[in-house]
Protein backbone atom coordinates (compact mmCIF):
# COMPACT_ATOMS: atom_id res chain seq x y z
CA UNK A 1 0.00 0.00 0.00
CA UNK A 2 2.81 2.60 0.86
CA UNK A 3 6.70 2.01 -0.83
CA UNK A 4 9.27 4.11 0.73
CA UNK A 5 12.77 4.12 -1.39
CA UNK A 6 15.86 5.83 0.21
CA UNK A 7 18.99 7.74 -1.40
CA UNK A 8 21.91 9.86 -0.73
CA UNK A 9 23.80 7.29 1.42
CA UNK A 10 27.03 6.74 1.07
CA UNK A 11 30.86 7.78 2.45
CA UNK A 12 32.04 10.50 3.78
CA UNK A 13 34.96 11.43 5.79
CA UNK A 14 34.37 11.82 9.70
CA UNK A 15 32.79 15.42 10.41
CA UNK A 16 31.44 15.67 6.68
CA UNK A 17 27.53 16.03 6.00
CA UNK A 18 24.80 13.58 3.72
CA UNK A 19 21.92 14.78 2.86
CA UNK A 20 18.91 11.62 2.60
CA UNK A 21 15.79 11.11 0.99
CA UNK A 22 13.00 9.13 1.02
CA UNK A 23 10.44 9.20 -1.45
CA UNK A 24 6.84 7.56 -0.20
CA UNK A 25 4.43 6.83 -2.97
CA UNK A 26 1.24 4.94 -3.30
CA UNK A 27 -1.61 5.39 -0.10
CA UNK A 28 0.41 7.93 0.89
CA UNK A 29 -2.79 9.78 2.50
CA UNK A 30 -2.79 7.15 5.14
CA UNK A 31 0.89 7.97 6.52
CA UNK A 32 1.01 9.95 9.94
CA UNK A 33 4.49 9.58 10.68
CA UNK A 34 7.63 9.07 8.62
CA UNK A 35 11.12 8.65 10.60
CA UNK A 36 14.42 7.28 9.85
CA UNK A 37 16.27 4.55 11.64
CA UNK A 38 19.61 2.73 11.66
CA UNK A 39 21.36 -0.63 12.33
CA UNK A 40 24.85 -1.40 12.74
CA UNK A 41 25.97 -5.04 12.31
CA UNK A 42 25.48 -6.79 15.55
CA UNK A 43 23.31 -4.13 17.12
CA UNK A 44 19.89 -3.36 17.45
CA UNK A 45 17.58 -1.36 14.79
CA UNK A 46 17.44 1.97 16.56
CA UNK A 47 15.11 5.13 15.63
CA UNK A 48 17.51 8.41 14.69
CA UNK A 49 14.82 10.75 13.77
CA UNK A 50 10.89 11.01 13.40
CA UNK A 51 8.37 13.69 12.25
CA UNK A 52 4.43 13.97 12.69
CA UNK A 53 2.89 16.20 10.18
CA UNK A 54 5.09 18.60 9.21
CA UNK A 55 6.89 20.03 12.32
CA UNK A 56 6.80 17.79 15.53
CA UNK A 57 9.91 15.72 15.69
CA UNK A 58 11.92 13.40 17.74
CA UNK A 59 15.60 13.05 17.95
CA UNK A 60 18.03 10.24 19.58
CA UNK A 61 20.08 11.76 22.10
CA UNK A 62 23.67 10.57 20.13
CA UNK A 63 22.24 12.68 16.79
CA UNK A 64 20.90 15.82 18.39
CA UNK A 65 22.23 19.14 16.96
CA UNK A 66 24.03 17.22 14.20
CA UNK A 67 20.64 15.41 12.51
CA UNK A 68 17.50 17.37 10.83
CA UNK A 69 14.33 15.68 9.95
CA UNK A 70 12.31 17.53 7.46
CA UNK A 71 9.37 16.72 5.33
CA UNK A 72 8.28 18.41 2.15
CA UNK A 73 4.79 20.26 1.95
CA UNK A 74 3.11 17.03 0.26
CA UNK A 75 4.47 15.05 2.98
CA UNK A 76 5.82 12.90 0.09
CA UNK A 77 9.29 12.86 0.77
CA UNK A 78 11.09 12.81 4.34
CA UNK A 79 14.79 14.33 4.25
CA UNK A 80 17.57 13.54 7.01
CA UNK A 81 20.25 16.82 6.72
CA UNK A 82 23.42 14.59 8.35
CA UNK A 83 26.29 17.13 9.88
CA UNK A 84 28.99 16.19 11.65
CA UNK A 85 29.03 12.79 10.72
CA UNK A 86 31.34 10.28 13.26
CA UNK A 87 31.96 6.55 12.68
CA UNK A 88 29.70 5.71 15.31
CA UNK A 89 26.51 6.68 12.58
CA UNK A 90 28.23 4.00 10.12
CA UNK A 91 24.69 2.25 9.82
CA UNK A 92 21.96 0.52 7.25
CA UNK A 93 19.71 3.62 7.34
CA UNK A 94 15.98 2.68 7.14
CA UNK A 95 13.10 4.85 6.08
CA UNK A 96 10.14 4.19 7.76
CA UNK A 97 6.48 5.31 7.71
CA UNK A 98 3.36 4.49 10.18
CA UNK A 99 -0.39 4.66 9.31
CA UNK A 100 -2.68 6.98 10.97
CA UNK A 101 -4.68 5.21 13.62
CA UNK A 102 -7.79 5.52 11.54
CA UNK A 103 -6.03 3.19 8.95
CA UNK A 104 -4.80 0.53 11.29
CA UNK A 105 -1.36 2.08 11.99
CA UNK A 106 0.50 -0.29 9.67
CA UNK A 107 4.33 0.11 9.22
CA UNK A 108 6.08 0.14 6.09
CA UNK A 109 10.03 -0.21 5.22
CA UNK A 110 12.70 0.98 2.65
CA UNK A 111 14.97 -0.69 1.50
CA UNK A 112 17.81 0.88 3.37
CA UNK A 113 20.72 3.06 2.56
CA UNK A 114 24.38 2.63 3.75
CA UNK A 115 25.59 5.43 5.10
CA UNK A 116 29.81 4.77 6.60
CA UNK A 117 31.56 7.19 7.53
CA UNK A 118 35.70 6.24 7.93
CA UNK A 119 38.85 8.14 7.24
Known amino acids: QVQLVESGGGLVQPGGSLRLSCAAS????????MGWYRQAPGKQRELVAA???????NYADSVKGRFTISRDNTRTTVYLQMNNLKPEDTALYYC?????????????WGQGTQVTVSS
Open 96 to 108: NAKEAFAYGQGVF
Open 26 to 33: GSIFRINT
Open 51 to 57: ITGGTTT
